[in-house]
């Protein structure tokens, strides 16, 4: 198996990310105590709080984003690495919120900056904010830029519950969502939830196949307003090599903070760090690193300086 042409997965990253930035208000049931409370009395209840995404209709979220991928193939006694960077700052600009509490959002990317470094493309560096002309590879990615990639709706547990595409991106997998799904109803620290997720491979012999995989999701704390998920992509379907070569991106262990009274994520990161063996043959060998990170853009000042806006504007 080759190493697929580094620009894919900064483009993935870059339109849809390994999780799209959050917007999740966590609105916690007081416990009381009784001073005088007799000696055997029960012990009070576990706090528990109730994960829920808000937004405000016209507010725009902004956030830097810097995704880098490294892969080293090994195969026949050949060895290809092929390394990927990508700085961008991308907004969703929320243009309703229904009676139903669902929110719709427009999904864009407003500068990025990426570079390629293969055995086919030394160094090549795209940087949206130039007036340089396009790097070869970098087309599909300067077409994204300061233009609406998509309208989204999603309910307040995180569902998508439309989707219109309004640029040509790469098809969306439902199990990277640009969402992380929240669980029913309230949840404890130290408790966890999980999504499902169907995902179709390939065999060897070209065969299509469906595997079982799931995000898991864990409440780690809740400190100084801020709400900690511990995040982690699990394959539940047995597999071999060749099938984990083409899921290995997704395997990711990661954490989330959100600002509890702001309703919406500080930072997040996630990271893989996966060696496979064998998945091309027997004296075959990937390892694949890869690290997602990303940060509330949240004052007025530093969105200045992090931001210049394209010639494109979106519509109000």
């Avoid at 830097?64 to 090994?74: E, G, I, Q, W």
Wanted: include cysteine; glycine fraction near 6%; hydrophobic fraction near 40%.
């Amino acid at each position: 198996m080759n190493i697929h042409a580094a620009r894919t997965s900064c483009l993935v990253a870059l339109l849809f990310g390994a999780f799209a930035p959050l917007a999740i208000a966590v609105e916690a049931l007081e416990t009381t105590s009784t001073p005088d409370k007799p000696a055997d009395a029960a012990a009070p209840a576990t706090e528990k709080y109730l994960l829920r995404y808000k937004f405000a209709m016209g507010e725009v979220l902004r956030y830097d984003v810097n995704h880098a991928t490294k892969t080293r193939n090994n195969m026949e006694g050949h060895t290809q690495e092929v390394e990927t960077q990508s700085e961008s700052v991308k907004a969703w600009k929320v243009t309703d919120v229904l009676p139903n509490g669902e929110m719709e959002f427009i999904h864009v990317v407003e500068w990025v900056k990426m570079s390629n470094d293969s055995p086919d493309t030394k160094a090549n560096v795209y940087d949206s904010r130039e007036k340089a002309g396009v790097p070869r590879g970098f087309e599909q990615a300067a077409r994204a830029v300061g233009v609406p990639l998509s309208v989204i709706r999603i309910s307040a547990d995180g569902k998508v519950t439309f989707r219109e595409q309004k640029h040509p991106q790469p098809k969306v997998q439902e199990d990277m969502p640009i969402t992380l799904g929240l669980p029913e109803g309230e949840i404890a620290v130290g408790e966890k939830w999980s999504h499902p997720y169907d995902v179709d491979v390939q065999r060897k012999s070209g065969a299509n196949l469906q595997i079982q995989t799931r995000r898991v999701c864990q409440l780690r704390e809740v400190k100084n307003g801020v709400a900690l998920i511990d995040v982690e992509y699990q394959i539940l379907t047995p597999v071999d090599p060749y099938i984990r070569a083409q899921l290995v991106e997704r395997l990711t262990d990661g954490t989330v903070r959100f600002d509890i009274a702001q309703g919406r994520i500080v930072q997040q990161e996630h990271n893989v760090d996966k060696r496979i063996l064998g998945f091309a043959g027997k004296a075959s060998s990937m390892h694949f690193v890869s690290r997602l990170q990303e940060r509330l853009l949240a004052d007025e000042e530093e969105v200045k300086s992090e931001i210049r806006q394209a010639s494109a504007q979106i519509e109000k």
